[in-house]
C-alpha cells in the first residue's frame, strides 16, 4: 500500500514510518495538514494516517480537504488521551477507523489489513462491472400497450433520480424487469444492481445476507462475508417480495434506512454506504398492515413512489408483441427457424387471461417453439385448456371459470372469494368439488 503519515512530532512520525516500511509498504511522511495536501495533489495514496492535534490544520480538516483531491483514500486518525468526541466527529466526516495514542502496533495493524480486503474487494467490484456490461448489453423491454408506455415513462423520470421505488404488480408481470431498468437508466448505472429475496432465506440467514458478518461472529463464520447493502455501495440495492419480510428484520431494515448506516454481525465498527433502494412485492401490504404484519413506517420508507404494473389481461396490447419477442428468443436458442404465429393461434394467446402473467406467456411459446414442426406456430402448440373450457361458452362454464379468477385473485382465501362472489363459504366449497376446481400453483 502507498501510505502517506501525517504527524508533527518528528519522533512519533519516524517511529510510525519505520514500522511500515518494515511491512512492505511505501511510506511518504509529512510534518502538518498543508505538506500533506501538497504530497496528495503529486500522488496518491490508499491510505492516510492523520494526527488529530497539529499546529494549523489539524487531522480531521486535512483529511476532509485529502478526500476532495482523491475521495478513494482511506484515513486512520490518532487521538490523544480523552478526546472521544473528537474520534466521533472524525468517524462522522469519514474517516475509516481512529487510534489512540500511544498506538498499538498490533491494532493498527489489524485496521490496515481490513482497509487492504476491502480495497481488494473494490477492485473486484470494479471488475465485475466492466464484465456485467460486456456480458449484458441493453436487453428488450417488449412495452407497445399505452398502459406500459405510460409505465416507461414513469421509469425514465424516477430512474433520474435517487428516490426509493416500490414496485407492485402481480407475479410475473416484470417487477424485477422493471427494478433492473430503472438501475439501468439511472446515474449508478455503472455500479451494480444487487437483487435479493426475502422470502427465499430463513430469518437469521437473511440479516447476514444484508448486513454481513465478521469472521468469528458465530459458529462457523470463518471468513468475512460482505452483505449486499455494502456490495451494492453506490449502485442499486433490490428487496425483492418484500412482503415477506419478517417482523424483525422490518424494524432492523428501518433502522439502518435512516441513515443508510449499519455494523456487520459481530462488529460494532458503523459502514455508512450510498445505496438506492428498489423494492417489489405480488402482496398487498396496506392489507398486511392492517394485520400487523407489516410495519407502517418501513411502509412508508419504501413507498416513495410506487410502481403498479398491470396484469398482463389489462393490456392485451403487449401479448403479441411478447408472443413474437419470445418466438424469436426461442428459436435462436434452439436454432431453429419458425416464421411466425397463426391467426388462430394468436386470438388463443390474447383472449387467454394469464394468471402468470409474462412469465406463463414465456413458458407457453417456450413449448411450442420445442414442440412445433411446421414453419408456424399453431393452436395445436398453445394448449390453453381454460381458455378453450370457456370458449364453449354455456354459463357453467362461465360461472366455474369466474369462481377460478376469483380464487385465484384472493390466494385460494376461501371466505375473502365466497363475500366477493356474494356467495356463502359452503355454496363456495360445494362448486369446487362440483366444477372439480384445483388449484394451480
Ligand atoms: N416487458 C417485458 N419484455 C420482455 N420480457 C419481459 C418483460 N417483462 C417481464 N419479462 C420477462 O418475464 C419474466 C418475468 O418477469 P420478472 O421476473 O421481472 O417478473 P416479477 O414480477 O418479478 O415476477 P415474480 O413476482 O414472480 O418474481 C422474466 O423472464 C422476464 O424476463
Ligand atoms: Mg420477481
Not at 278 to 306: C, H, M, P, W
Request: hydrophobic share 35%; net charge neutral; charged share 30%.
Amino acid at each position: 500500500m502507498n501510505i502517506l503519515v501525517v504527524d508533527d512530532e518528528p519522533a512519533q512520525r519516524d517511529l510510525l514510518a519505520g514500522y511500515l516500511k518494515k511491512q512492505g509498504h511505501s511510506v511518504k511522511t509529512a510534518g502538518n495538514g498543508d505538506e500533506a495536501i501538497r504530497l496528495n495533489s503529486e500522488d496518491t495514496f490508499d491510505l492516510a494516517i492523520l494526527d488529530l492535534k497539529m499546529p494549523g490544520l489539524d487531522g480531521v480538516e486535512t483529511m476532509a480537504r485529502m478526500k476532495k483531491i482523491d475521495p478513494t483514500t482511506y484515513f486512520i486518525i490518532l487521538t490523544g488521551y480523552g478526546t472521544v468526541e473528537s474520534a466521533v466527529r472524525a468517524m462522522k466526516l469519514g474517516a475509516y477507523d481512529y487510534l489512540n495514542k500511544p498506538i498499538n502496533l498490533d491494532e493498527l495493524e489489524i485496521i490496515i489489513n481490513r482497509i487492504g480486503e476491502e480495497k481488494g474487494l473494490h477492485q473486484e467490484l470494479d471488475l465485475l462491472r466492466s464484465e456485467l456490461n460486456e456480458f449484458f448489453p441493453v436487453e428488450s423491454f417488449v412495452a407497445e400497450s399505452d398502459e406500459m408506455k405510460e409505465i416507461l415513462k414513469i421509469v425514465n423520470r424516477v430512474a433520474k433520480s435517487n428516490a426509493t421505488v416500490l414496485l407492485l404488480g402481480e407475479s410475473g408481470t416484470g417487477k424485477e424487469m422493471i427494478a433492473r431498468l430503472i438501475h439501468r437508466l439511472s446515474p449508478r448505472r455503472e455500479r451494480r444492481f444487487i437483487p435479493i429475496s426475502c422470502a427465499a432465506l430463513p430469518e437469521t440467514l437473511l440479516e447476514s445476507e444484508l448486513f454481513g458478518y465478521e469472521r468469528g461472529a458465530f459458529t462457523g463464520a470463518e471468513k468475512r462475508h460482505y452483505g449486499k447493502f455494502e456490495l451494492a455501495h453506490q449502485g442499486t440495492l433490490f428487496l425483492d417480495e418484500i412482503g415477506d419480510l419478517p417482523l424483525s428484520t422490518q424494524v432492523k431494515l428501518l433502522r439502518v434506512l435512516q441513515d443508510f448506516t449499519f455494523e456487520r454481525l459481530g462488529s460494532n465498527r458503523p459502514i455508512k454506504v450510498d445505496v438506492r433502494l428498489l423494492s417489489a412485492t405480488n402482496q398487498n401490504l396496506q392489507k398486511k398492515i392492517a394485520q400487523g404484519k407489516f410495519r407502517e413506517d418501513l411502509y412508508y420508507r419504501l413507498n416513495v413512489i410506487s410502481i403498479e404494473i398491470p396484469p398482463l389481461r389489462e393490456r392485451r396490447g403487449d401479448i403479441q408483441p411478447l408472443a413474437e419477442y419470445f418466438l424469436k428468443k426461442f428459436c435462436q436458442r434452439s436454432h431453429k427457424e419458425i416464421k411466425g404465429i397463426t391467426p388462430e393461434a394468436l386470438k388463443r394467446l390474447v383472449r387467454y387471461d394469464w394468471p402468470g402473467n409474462i412469465r406463463e406467456l414465456e413458458n407457453v411459446m417456450e413449448r411450442a417453439v420445442v414442440l412445433c414442426t411446421g414453419g408456424y406456430i399453431t393452436e395445436k402448440e398453445i394448449p390453453l385448456e381454460w381458455h378453450t373450457e370457456q370458449e364453449s361458452g354455456s354459463l357453467a362454464q362461465m360461472e366455474k371459470s369466474h369462481i377460478e379468477r376469483v380464487l385465484r385473485k384472493t390466494g385460494w382465501n376461501l371466505s375473502e372469494s365466497a363475500r366477493i362472489l356474494g356467495i356463502h363459504r359452503n355454496t363456495l366449497r360445494a362448486k369446487i368439488k362440483e366444477y372439480k376446481i384445483k388449484k394451480k400453483v
